[in-house]
């Protein structure tokens, strides 16, 4: 009798293993097959331009005449990368070289520029408001976030048509108008609807009782905001931070359409523009990619614990 | 004048105003951004540029627009699409946050390297899948082109035409590049789906799962009877954002097959800038953008409805 339970816990247990290798099994090929083009482009970044044009085509450039990989006879060059950062001797950089490709001079600059100013903007706006809904019963205050909930959902894309003949009025008025200044105010318009809730959704975790103490020893409402509010609520206006600026970062329409002046534009563009002179050579193509890309990858790396639970978050509230 | 500071600061339209002040910037900003352009585009879809400006055309522009053979083409792209790009996301990604949803080892590592591809662009998508294709020196490109495997004389993705349609006008079967950007799109789309659908299983009482086994349910009977129905909220949220990203998301496009072969893949949202940016007919594009506006529109209320009552909150 002790026998058999033995061994049908042992079974149970057997079964439980092999379930668990199974799932993981499973999850790893699924992972390689998620990372597959990443590690693709990343390779052909790296190849030099024999390697690119020879059909069929190789995954490593490692091949001899004799052998089909050997690793010491492996051709990996930077030839794509220098052909998008155009470095040049200059006697003005500390380095010594300075890269001239439109892609880190212009248009990477002004990525940055946009979705640093952006995501500050929508951090505090979202961090005022967020906590104005959380914390006052005013009139309109439901109805007014139901609106925002509604505009959440408005997409670029169908605002973009007005929004550029807008700039265009405005470009033919006297009125001083700047593409960078326009594009920043439309970001933080088009991503300020679900930071709201978020930033509410943080707001709402902290006990009222905190502010109410400092009030009582006299604190004004805004004193109590600053000082007692917003530093517990750092961590979540921290995640706004971060998904504003990757959505600003990646966004591509808004910024070919609505920036007119070459100088203005955004890495986005500059990828979209690589493409129509540079497809043929891939390493190119592949490099721009990788340099644009990998910022924001290396960014999501190590926030990912803010990040993940700000867009669950803010998927099931939008 | 630190009198009057004080008094002002304890006034009692001070402290109930407090709250207002707050909201007033975001307010502006959504007016200018999200409130005023919408009323333009409605004002836009029935004007006609003209010499010296604007003219009113009425319903012009959407007779105009309804007349155009590759608005229904666009229309039956945009639905072959979007019924792809939400299936096969959902199954996918339901089978993923399923695997993850076992008490497993490392599985935030899987959850971080599996949500790479979510914030790469989308322009940037289009573009590494595309080099996976592109003739003669993609990756892909000699696996596709095998006329063995893709009889009579191999497929080459990006400029391969559809196949006569089925059934009437109704652009199915597909082109390959059409399919090839539904595997795009899902394989952007999938972190996010896979990671709504876990925190939602993981929602769900162990023992209710636990009871169900010892009941004698089988994995198949626990998926269909206790798991699919305790999500259902979260799997609706996740078809109607899927849904909205479908219809709006364009850099893809873009990138990866630029609408074509011919009009092969010319969705809706692409068609909104050929349109306006192509052919400069902004009345046009107004008519088709407060089209596509009026469908997001519905999709949003009907999800703000599933969410408060799915979910009982409120």
Same mark, same amino acid.
């Given at each position: 009798?002790?026998?058999?339970?033995?061994?049908?816990?042992?079974?149970?247990?057997?079964?439980?293993?092999?379930?668990?290798?199974?799932?993981?099994?499973?999850?790893?090929?699924?992972?390689?097959?998620?990372?597959?083009?990443?590690?693709?482009?990343?390779?052909?970044?790296?190849?030099?331009?024999?390697?690119?044009?020879?059909?069929?085509?190789?995954?490593?450039?490692?091949?001899?005449?004799?052998?089909?990989?050997?690793?010491? %006879?492996?051709?990996?060059?930077?030839?794509?990368?220098?052909?998008?950062?155009?470095?040049?001797? +200059?006697? /003005?950089?500390?380095?010594?070289?300075?890269?001239?490709?439109?892609?880190?001079?212009?248009?990477?600059?002004? /990525?940055?520029?946009? %979705?640093?100013?952006?995501?500050?903007?929508?951090?505090?706006?979202?961090? /005022? +408001?967020?906590?104005?809904?959380?914390?006052?019963?005013?009139?309109?205050?439901?109805?007014?976030?139901?609106?925002?909930?509604?505009?959440?959902?408005?997409?670029?894309?169908?605002?973009?048509?007005?929004?550029?003949?807008?700039?265009?009025?405005?470009?033919?008025? %006297?009125?001083?108008?700047?593409?960078?200044?326009?594009?920043?105010?439309?970001?933080?318009?088009?991503?300020?609807?679900?930071?709201?809730?978020?930033?509410?959704?943080?707001?709402?975790?902290?006990?009222?009782?905190?502010?109410?103490?400092?009030?009582?020893?006299?604190?004004?409402?805004?004193?109590?905001?600053?000082?007692?509010?917003?530093?517990?609520?750092?961590?979540?206006?921290?995640?706004?931070?971060?998904?504003?600026?990757?959505?600003?970062?990646?966004?591509?329409?808004?910024?070919?359409?609505?920036?007119?002046?070459?100088?203005?534009?955004?890495?986005?563009?500059?990828?979209?523009?690589?493409?129509?002179?540079?497809?043929?050579?891939?390493?190119?193509?592949?490099?721009?990619?990788?340099?644009?890309?990998?910022?924001?990858?290396?960014?999501?790396?190590? /926030?990912?614990?803010?990040?993940? +639970?700000?867009?669950?978050?803010?998927?099931?509230?939008? | 004048?630190?009198?009057?500071?004080?008094?002002?600061?304890?006034?009692?339209?001070?402290?109930?105003?407090?709250?207002?002040?707050?909201?007033?910037?975001?307010?502006?900003?959504?007016?200018?951004?999200?409130?005023?352009?919408?009323?333009?585009?409605?004002?836009?879809?029935?004007?006609?540029?003209?010499?010296?400006?604007?003219?009113?055309?009425?319903?012009?522009?959407?007779?105009?627009?309804?007349?155009?053979?590759?608005?229904?083409?666009?229309?039956?792209?945009?639905?072959?699409?979007?019924?792809?790009?939400?299936?096969?996301?959902?199954?996918?990604?339901?089978?993923?946050?399923?695997?993850?949803?076992?008490?497993?080892?490392?599985?935030?590592?899987?959850?971080?390297?599996?949500?790479?591809?979510?914030?790469?662009?989308?322009?940037?998508?289009?573009?590494?899948?595309?080099?996976?294709?592109?003739?003669?020196?993609?990756?892909?490109?000699?696996?596709?082109?095998?006329?063995?495997?893709?009889?009579?004389?191999?497929?080459?993705?990006?400029?391969?035409?559809?196949?006569?349609?089925?059934?009437?006008?109704?652009?199915?079967?597909?082109?390959?590049?059409?399919?090839?950007?539904?595997?795009?799109?899902?394989?952007?789309?999938?972190?996010?789906?896979?990671?709504?659908?876990?925190?939602?299983?993981?929602?769900?009482?162990?023992?209710?799962?636990?009871?169900?086994?010892?009941?004698?349910?089988?994995?198949?009977?626990?998926?269909?009877?206790?798991?699919?129905?305790?999500?259902?909220?979260?799997?609706?949220?996740?078809?109607?954002?899927?849904?909205?990203?479908?219809?709006?998301?364009?850099?893809?496009?873009?990138?990866?097959?630029?609408?074509?072969?011919?009009?092969?893949?010319?969705?809706?949202?692409?068609?909104?800038?050929?349109?306006?940016? $192509?052919?400069?007919?902004?009345?046009?594009?107004?008519?088709?953008?407060?089209?596509?506006?009026?469908?997001?529109?519905?999709?949003?209320? $009907?999800?703000?409805?599933?969410?408060?009552?799915?979910?009982?909150?409120?």
């Amino acid at each position: 009798m002790k026998n058999m339970s033995d061994k049908s816990f042992l079974s149970a247990l057997a079964r439980k293993r092999i379930g668990k290798f199974l799932t993981h099994f499973t999850l790893i090929i699924i992972t390689i097959f998620a990372l597959f083009p990443i590690l693709t482009t990343l390779l052909i970044s790296f190849k030099e331009q024999a390697d690119i044009t020879r059909n069929p085509p190789v995954i490593f450039p490692c091949d001899t005449e004799t052998d089909d990989f050997d690793p010491s %006879a492996c051709r990996w060059v930077v030839q794509g990368y220098e052909r998008v950062l155009a470095p040049k001797p +200059s006697e /003005t950089s500390i380095t010594g070289i300075e890269f001239t490709g439109n892609m880190v001079r212009t248009y990477l600059p002004n /990525t940055i520029l946009y %979705a640093t100013v952006a995501s500050l903007l929508v951090v505090l706006l979202a961090g /005022t +408001s967020g906590y104005a809904f959380s914390r006052y019963k005013f009139r309109g205050n439901k109805a007014i976030m139901s609106g925002i909930l509604a505009i959440t959902g408005v997409p670029l894309l169908t605002n973009v048509l007005a929004l550029y003949q807008m700039g265009v009025k405005i470009r033919k008025s %006297a009125l001083p108008f700047d593409d960078r200044f326009f594009i920043i105010f439309v970001y933080v318009g088009f991503f300020l609807p679900l930071s709201v809730w978020i930033a509410k959704g943080f707001f709402d975790a902290i006990p009222k009782e905190l502010e109410e103490a400092a009030l009582i020893d006299g604190c004004t409402p805004f004193g109590a905001l600053m000082r007692v509010v917003m530093p517990l609520a750092a961590p979540g206006l921290g995640a706004v931070f971060l998904l504003t600026f990757v959505n600003v970062w990646n966004e591509f329409i808004a910024g070919y359409l609505l920036i007119t002046k070459n100088e203005n534009k955004t890495a986005m563009f500059g990828i979209y523009d690589f493409i129509s002179v540079n497809l043929i050579n891939l390493q190119v193509v592949a490099a721009v990619c990788i340099l644009i890309a990998l910022p924001i990858v290396v960014l999501f790396l190590f /926030t990912r614990r803010t990040f993940l +639970s700000a867009m669950v978050d803010g998927a099931v509230k939008g | 004048m630190q009198k009057l500071l004080t008094r002002w600061k304890n006034s009692n339209w001070a402290r109930n105003s407090f709250p207002f002040w707050l909201i007033l910037p975001t307010i502006i900003t959504l007016l200018i951004v999200q409130v005023y352009p919408a009323f333009y585009t409605v004002w836009l879809s029935f004007q006609e540029r003209s010499p010296d400006g604007w003219e009113f055309v009425g319903t012009k522009n959407f007779e105009r627009l309804f007349a155009m053979s590759i608005f229904d083409e666009s229309i039956g792209h945009t639905i072959v699409y979007l019924v792809g790009y939400v299936g096969l996301t959902l199954i996918v990604g339901f089978f993923i946050a399923f695997l993850l949803s076992q008490k497993i080892k490392f599985s935030g590592v899987y959850i971080t390297l599996l949500f790479i591809p979510w914030v790469i662009a989308q322009i940037i998508v289009g573009l590494v899948f595309r080099l996976l294709i592109v003739p003669n020196y993609g990756l892909l490109t000699g696996f596709f082109g095998n006329p063995q495997l893709f009889p009579p004389d191999g497929l080459s993705v990006l400029t391969a035409v559809r196949p006569a349609p089925w059934f009437g006008d109704f652009p199915f079967p597909p082109s390959p590049a059409m399919i090839f950007l539904i595997i795009a799109s899902t394989w952007r789309a999938l972190p996010f789906v896979m990671l709504l659908l876990l925190a939602a299983i993981q929602t769900i009482p162990t023992q209710v799962i636990e009871s169900s086994r010892i009941d004698g349910a089988n994995a198949l009977q626990r998926i269909r009877y206790i798991m699919l129905p305790l999500i259902m909220p979260t799997l609706v949220v996740a078809i109607f954002s899927l849904t909205l990203s479908g219809i709006n998301g364009v850099g893809m496009v873009f990138s990866l097959t630029g609408g074509g072969p011919g009009t092969n893949t010319q969705v809706l949202s692409y068609l909104l800038y050929t349109i306006g940016w $192509g052919q400069l007919k902004f009345g046009r594009a107004a008519a088709l953008a407060l089209l596509m506006a009026a469908i997001n529109w519905v999709l949003i209320t $009907g999800t703000m409805r599933i969410t408060k009552t799915g979910t009982g909150e409120e």
